[in-house]
């Protein structure tokens, strides 16, 4: 049986890692990025590069029109998704083309005052950037239906991994204790975010799916036992009402939820290798894994 086709639209930080998860479950990968800095990694990384920059490509149509499945990791803006806005006519003709994967947020789920919250619950969400992704969601869904195909949407929470982590803002100075009463995030490791897009492509899942940790925590917890392990004094509580922010980091405070993963583990038979930040903090540090 012959092996299937990849194409990654926007192989950066996490989708790159899907890639190189299934470098031998396909016959092929193609991966896009918009800066020809980054050509050089992904053609390293065993990935054939292409420079896509959401405008129409008829490299990039070519690819498309001989590929089995599409991962898509490119942010929505104020004039919608890019792939479908420059590349839907190809989509919808590519005779190979059998699932698509699209990498989308738990942040469309909005604020819910910090209950439970899976894939059956009401999205209402209040962020410009969170809007256009239920939006993009909801266009890719009706792009699948009308090419006939399934279509996987993984919403991930707070990404965190090698380079970008608790231990790199200890060590850059940036590590902050904001104190919010009550406040939760669940957070995702780009390991688990490959494993479940393997597990999906492997089924050729169907649905919206939460890829996130077992354990909402209050974001000064992590930030302590970063600390706790790196051997270093934490820095001072802040009270967030009075702390300095950027409107963007804000606006993360402004929604509450936790995240369910149960139909992960159910329906993709996801076992989460960092199933909580200490889980996975320490096993960063011990496998000097972080920077």
């Not at 990935?47 to 490509?57: Q, S, V, W």
């Not at 963007?248 to 038979?269: C, I, Q, W």
Request: proline share 7%.
């Amino acid at each position: 049986m012959l092996k299937p086709s990849l194409v990654v639209l926007g192989a950066g930080y996490s989708a790159l890692q899907c890639a190189k998860r299934t470098r031998d479950f396909y016959s092929r990968i193609l991966g896009t990025t918009r800066t020809a800095d980054r050509l050089d990694t992904l053609a390293s990384a065993g990935i054939h590069p292409r420079l896509f920059d959401g405008t129409p490509n008829p490299r990039i149509e070519k690819a498309i029109a001989t590929a089995n499945h599409l991962l898509v990791s490119i942010a929505p803006n104020e004039k919608g998704d890019p792939v479908l806005n420059s590349l839907k006519p190809a989509l919808v003709a590519a005779p190979e083309l059998k699932w698509v994967c699209y990498l989308s947020t738990v942040g469309v789920y909005g604020d819910h005052n910090g209950a439970w919250v899976d894939e059956t619950s009401e999205c209402r969400p209040g962020q410009p950037r969170s809007i256009q992704r239920l939006a993009a969601e909801r266009a890719w869904q009706e792009s699948a239906q009308q090419k006939g195909i399934p279509l996987a949407i993984l919403r991930l929470s707070g990404i965190y991994g090698p380079g970008r982590n608790a231990f790199v803002n200890i060590k850059n100075g940036t590590a902050r204790r904001l104190i919010k009463p009550g406040q939760v995030f669940n957070r995702i490791h780009r390991d688990d975010i490959a494993a479940a897009f393997v597990a999906a492509a492997n089924k050729e899942a169907d649905g919206i799916f939460n890829i996130t940790d077992d354990e909402p925590a209050p974001p000064q917890d992590v930030v302590a036992y970063a600390c706790e392990l790196a051997g270093v004094e934490p820095p001072p509580e802040t009270d967030f009402a009075t702390a300095e922010l950027s409107p963007m980091a804000r606006s993360f405070y402004g929604e509450n939820k936790r995240v369910s993963n149960a139909k992960s583990k159910r329906d993709l038979g996801m076992t989460y290798a960092y199933p909580d930040f200490r889980t996975a903090l320490k096993k960063m540090w011990q496998e000097e894994r972080w920077g």
